[in-house]
């Protein structure tokens, strides 16, 4: 079966609570952010002991780190590139030092917005350049990169999202796909380019990408948008998404081979008090659909 995660950015708690926490719950993993306070950002284990003490939590408690997500989104990508840069090296830097997982996480890092004097195809040879050069430096650490699409960041239409992972072409590059994400960008949340929703919605979207998924973030969503201007990420059963119909597809037809689900609660109020009956519904899809995986 496949292990499961809860995402440490959904949970305001520091680091050693949240996985004496999860690891009672039956939770094999964490999906690591590097956001300030509670997270494994460059600034915060800033010396070799904080380093070795972060990763004493996770070993003191028998978990693993699924990914790691990069804290970048204080830059806006097309405005202050090099700062954007910048923070993703310094970020890998200290991912390969930490040594607890091997999937780095990306975003596009600015709204779904047109900048003055960028069209469209302007602003996606951009994320082609960068993202393989990204991919590549993420190489030579031994690190994968997924890129987590969604209506809050450029580049959220179902076929620029093919494009564009098919564009950069790096073996180590792929996609985050998140069910809530894929619900809403289906939608048509937040598109520049019109004529791109999907009647299929998230089935449909993963027959498109299929082969070409990285990692998965299992939430379920209610079609809305929350006041961040990004999917609303509902707790299972909250939402319209139909799981047993979902879970095979990414399976069967899209071709998921990664070793985790992760559950995350992004930004959803009181995450903490909905976390054990969210690891209970996919636990129970694990056992319905995965004891071979």
């Known amino acids: 079966m496949k292990k499961i995660s809860i995402s440490s950015w959904a949970i305001p708690q520091p680091l050693d609570e949240l996985c004496a926490g999860a690891k009672k719950i039956g939770y094999d993993g964490i999906s690591l952010g590097g956001f300030p306070p509670f997270g494994a950002h460059p600034d915060i284990v800033d010396t070799p002991e904080k380093k070795a003490a972060l990763v004493k939590i996770f070993k003191d408690n028998g978990l ?3 990914d790691f997500a ?6 806006d ?4 590139t090099a700062e954007w840069r910048a923070e993703y090296s310094r970020a890998l830097k200290c991912a390969a030092e930490l040594g607890l997982t091997k999937i780095m996480r990306v975003d596009t890092c600015t709204p779904p917005i047109l900048p003055e004097g960028m069209s469209y195809d302007d602003v996606k040879q951009f994320f082609v350049k960068h993202f393989k050069e990204m991919a590549k430096e993420a190489a030579g650490y031994g690190f994968d990169v997924v890129w987590e699409f969604e209506p809050g960041f450029i580049i959220n239409e179902p076929k620029n999202v093919l494009w564009l992972v098919d564009a950069v072409n790096e073996p180590n590059f ?6 809530c994400h894929a619900d809403n960008c289906a939608l048509g949340h ?4 019109e004529g791109c929703k999907l009647e299929g919605s998230v089935l449909e979207f993963i027959e498109l990408v299929k082969g ?3 990692l998965v973030h299992l939430i379920d969503s209610d079609g809305t948008l929350n006041e961040t201007g990004t999917s609303t990420h509902a707790p299972f059963g909250d939402g319209h ?3 047993d119909e979902v879970v095979p597809a990414l399976l069967d037809v899209g071709g998921y081979k990664g070793e985790w689900w992760a559950i995350d609660l992004c930004e959803w109020p ?10 209970k519904f996919v636990d129970a899809l694990n056992k319905k659909y995965c004891k071979n995986c």
């Open 64 to 66: 693993e780190v699924a």
């Open 70 to 75: 990069l804290d970048m989104w204080k830059y």
């Open 77 to 80: 990508s097309l405005k202050q």
């Open 174 to 179: 792929s996609l985050l796909f998140d069910t």
């Open 190 to 193: 937040r598109h520049i380019e």
């Open 212 to 214: 070409r998924i990285g």
């Open 241 to 243: 998404i139909n799981f």
């Open 270 to 279: 009181d995450a903490w008090a909905v976390t054990e009956d969210c690891f």
